[in-house]
């Protein structure tokens, strides 16, 4: 971090800053483990869904069917995470930030860990779809509450001509996380006989996730709970706000704000989860070599992450999206001219992967910056978090189960058009937002 990006001294005596004193730094650290475990939680769901939920919680249906039913209730999490974001601002206003995030956290990691040791269809029966979906809700409403504001606090107290390079930060907890659980899966599936894999192997994953989010539960505690932090989300006016006010005051930025990282949203689960899925039921491709090689395009995806980032700062982060939303139009278009690009041909499979996760990398990078610069201070906190939920609920919550069942009754090319959509929502967005321009930046 360079000097110059140090936050304002404290108002607190001197001798209790080298305790307390927070720099973008910590801040940024902070963030990035959060993300790191919330992304790992979802990514491992989604993951499960492709590989075990099918065979051990649907085995009365077939493979597609089984894999359809699993991303309807990989769907559930996005519904409730705008509910989860309001009833963890009423926990943060009357109880406090630090209980807020602790008590989301191990919601988050315990919900995601119950999963390990769900019972299969053939020992409890319907049972077992259902607590599924149950410990899927809880996911959701965690992933709401975790919300804590120091992407924001990042943001304002970056220098004015580093805005895209701080917003990109928090971003690369995405690319992490799943590197994380496409690693495990992978050791998993391809070390162990199938038999074992659906035993036990697919629980370790999410056994883990509750060990990795206490961890992120500890670096982000340990900056919310000094004096300084408190005093810097309270200059900042971080702080919850009622929705019905945020709505009332801000209601067409909401709606905008939802539909500017939509072409992002879209492609996120179109090159991660649901080429999985396509692999998996439709080519003879050792699933876990390619999951390495998404593992590897996770890597490319952190890469266009901090580019994005650089690119921002000198272009304007406006720009920088304008650029990515119609390059993934471009890439929707080459997919509905040539599926072939995905279908049988690993190399296709392969570049595929690859070039979407440079585009998911480049357009994502901005997104959350893009959304929270759009509310004024008073109304950043509770609006980037809600616009968050609605761009996730529009975007990317039935991206795996739209483009599984698009792609299996028409061909590979709908799930082109699908993102095509998304694309053009986002430029569209940007494109009525013109009047707010000097917000992108």
């Not at 080459?334 to 072939?340: D, E, Q, T």
């Not at 585009?359 to 901005?366: A, C, E, N, T």
């Not at 950043?380 to 599984?404: N, Q």
């Not at 940007?430 to 000097?438: K, T, V």
Request: net charge neutral; glycine share 10%.
């Amino acid at each position: 971090m360079s000097a110059d990006a140090t936050i304002r001294p404290s108002a607190y005596p001197a001798e209790d800053h080298g305790r307390d004193h927070v720099t973008p730094a910590d801040i940024a650290l902070g963030v990035i483990i959060g993300r790191t475990s919330e992304y790992f939680d979802f990514f491992v769901f989604g993951l499960g869904c492709v590989l075990v939920f099918p065979e051990l919680v649907f085995p009365f249906v077939d493979r597609l069917t089984g894999t359809l039913y699993a991303f309807g209730i990989f769907a559930l999490a996005f519904v409730t995470r705008p509910l989860g974001s309001v009833l963890f601002f009423a926990i943060d206003r009357n109880y406090g930030r630090t209980t807020k995030l602790t008590a989301a956290l191990f919601l988050l990691g315990g919900s995601t860990a119950a999963i390990a040791f769900l019972p299969g269809y053939q020992t409890i029966g319907i049972w077992s779809c259902v607590i599924l979906a149950a410990f899927r809700l809880l996911q959701g409403i965690a992933l709401g509450g975790a919300w804590d504001g120091l992407s924001s606090l990042l943001a304002l107290n970056a220098p004015a001509n580093r805005r895209g390079w701080y917003a990109m930060l928090p971003q690369l907890g995405a690319p992490f996380g799943f590197i994380l659980a496409a690693g495990l899966f992978a050791y998993f599936e391809g070390a162990l006989p199938k038999e074992d894999f659906l035993g036990w192997g697919w629980r370790y994953p999410f056994f883990v996730a509750l060990t990795i989010n206490v961890v992120a539960l500890f670096a982000r505690l340990r900056m919310v709970a000094t004096h300084e932090f408190a005093e810097l989300m309270a200059t900042r006016e971080l702080a919850p706000v009622r929705v019905s006010e945020l709505v009332r005051t801000h209601g067409r930025t909401l709606i905008l704000g939802a539909f500017v990282p939509l072409a992002s949203f879209a492609l996120f689960h179109l090159v991660t989860i649901f080429p999985v899925s396509w692999i998996n039921l439709f080519t003879n491709r050792s699933v876990s070599e390619f999951l390495l090689v998404q593992a590897a395009g996770g890597v490319v995806g952190a890469g266009a992450i901090v580019t994005s980032g650089l690119i921002a700062d000198q272009i304007g982060r406006r720009y920088t999206l304008w650029l990515s939303g119609a390059m993934i139009g471009l890439f929707s278009l080459s997919s509905i001219v040539a599926p072939l690009l995905f279908g049988d041909s690993q190399a296709g499979q392969t570049i595929y992967v690859i070039i979407g996760f440079g585009l998911l990398g480049l357009s994502y990078g901005q997104t959350a910056g893009a959304v929270a610069s759009s509310f004024g201070q008073q109304y950043r906190y509770t609006g980037a978090a809600l616009t968050s939920d609605l761009a996730w609920l529009l975007g990317a919550g039935f991206a795996p189960l739209v483009a599984l069942t698009v792609s299996s009754a028409f061909g590979l090319a709908w799930v082109g058009v699908y993102l095509l959509s998304g694309a053009l929502c986002t430029l569209a967005a940007l494109a009525i937002d013109r009047r707010s321009e000097a917000r992108y930046e």
